[in-house]
């Protein structure tokens, strides 16, 4: 069985670049990253905020699927990464890692990050203020896991670091 490593964080902290800086760590293990944002509901389905999608809303996520996605993917591959803002907040899926590992970046450096990612557009500055609001109300681990890895997502991120908490012998 392979082992489930969850990333989490705010939108733009590095959980998708760390996700993908885990895998190419390990060149010989079979490994599958899984986004979160490939498992929401059909937009039918999501709640709106004002004229917008809110993506923001664990209501916005497809957490059975996700679940056993991860359920199936830790039968086949060796690390299995799920990442995504709200990937902490179904019990039941932060249940399914046996890591877990948090990106924290200041409400700052969010913002700058967020207003200069164009992919869908130019966001409305309430929009943005949002993000974090729910991110802050949502997104965060709910209790203390001890095996939990909290690294800044301002700094480059440490071989040695990852290595030694998704692999060390207790």
């Known amino acids: 069985m392979g082992l489930s490593i969850g990333i989490g964080g705010v939108s733009r902290a590095g959980k998708t670049t760390l996700s993908n800086y885990i895998m190419n760590l390990y060149p010989n293990k079979k490994s599958l990253i899984i986004p979160m944002d490939e498992y929401v509901h059909d937009k039918e389905k999501i709640p709106r905020i004002k004229d ?14 996700i679940k056993k996605k991860i359920e199936e993917s830790v039968q086949e591959y060796d690390l299995v990464i799920t990442e995504g803002i709200l990937i902490f907040y179904s019990e039941e899926v932060n249940n399914l890692f046996n890591k877990r590992v948090f990106l924290d970046i200041p409400k700052s450096l969010f913002y700058v990050r967020r207003h200069s990612d164009t992919r869908w557009g130019e966001e409305p500055k309430w929009y943005i203020d949002y993000v ?6 949502y997104g965060q681990l709910k209790e203390s896991f001890s095996d939990t890895l909290y690294i800044s997502g301002h700094e480059n991120f440490s071989a040695l670091m990852i290595d030694e908490y998704l692999f060390k012998v207790s």
């Not at 917008?52 to 699927?65: F, L």
């Not at 974090?132 to 109300?137: A, D, F, G, L, N």
């Open 52 to 65: 917008r999608i809110d993506w923001e809303t664990p209501a916005s996520v497809d957490y059975d699927r």
């Open 132 to 137: 974090w609001e729910s991110y802050k109300k």
